[in-house]
């Protein structure tokens, strides 16, 4: 099945310093998609990118589409204290009835004041 | 503003005995999704509505069932809890069309005493 490899598994970074993780797989996603969860609660989407080589923002948030179309990098500057929390890319596909969602396994994102 | 709601957020229950998890929708969204999400692992599909086809993964125990009754509420049934099935219950949006990002509830943590 499809698998996604997402790294790194964890990241301990100084407050102000920009952050980067990416994730790889062995299939095609039509969209790939980046979430943010906080515990306790559920992910909260960061990005969406739907075209092979997209490059899209978010405030400090910056995420691109691999042109491949097998991967993705989610870039975050200027690291905040609330920036802390796991986040996961996810590869979406249209087959079948429903938008299926294949997850990576994450990156906890631990940010030192 | 358009949201995924679950109730409760927290619901505690006996091993064995019957518990019931809501997600209602303001979204208008076709399809509905539950997952299940254990510590520091990514969300696990358990099965989703689309429209009023229900669609069950190959792997989810036959103790978790699901009702749709409208297009706004749907249910997360789990006949005699075990132990094993303490975790978060995530439930997600999407539109039927493409491209349609999932859009995650708040969860509900449940616990098996």
């Known amino acids: ?113 | 503003d358009a949201m995924v709601i679950q109730n409760p957020r927290y619901q505690v229950t006996q091993f064995g005995k019957p518990v019931t998890l809501s997600c209602s929708q303001t979204l208008n969204h076709n399809v509905m999704y539950w997952y299940q999400q254990k510590s520091s692992q990514a969300p696990k599909l358990l099965f989703h509505y689309y429209d009023k086809d229900f669609n069950n993964e190959a792997d989810t125990p036959d103790n978790f069932q699901s009702r749709r009754p409208n297009t706004s509420f749907c249910f997360l049934d789990i006949r005699s809890p075990g132990l094993g099935d303490a975790a978060m219950y995530l439930c997600a949006t999407s539109r039927k069309k493409s491209p349609s990002p999932q859009h995650f509830g708040d969860g509900t943590r449940l616990s098996i005493l």
Do not use: H
């Open chain 1, 1 to 113: 099945g499809q698998q996604l490899n997402q790294s790194p598994q964890s990241m301990f970074i100084q407050e102000g310093e920009d952050v980067s993780m990416n994730c790889t797989s062995s299939s095609i996603f039509n969209t790939w998609l980046w979430y943010k969860q906080d515990p306790g609660e559920g992910p909260v989407l960061l990005i969406a990118l739907y075209m092979a080589g997209e490059l899209t923002s978010n405030g400090r948030l910056t995420a691109q589409f691999g042109i491949t179309r097998k991967d993705s990098f989610l870039n975050i500057s200027a690291s905040i204290p609330s920036d802390v929390g796991i986040y996961f890319c996810a590869g979406q596909s249209s087959s079948g009835s429903a938008r299926q969602l294949t997850f990576g396994s994450g990156t906890q994102l631990t940010v030192l004041p």
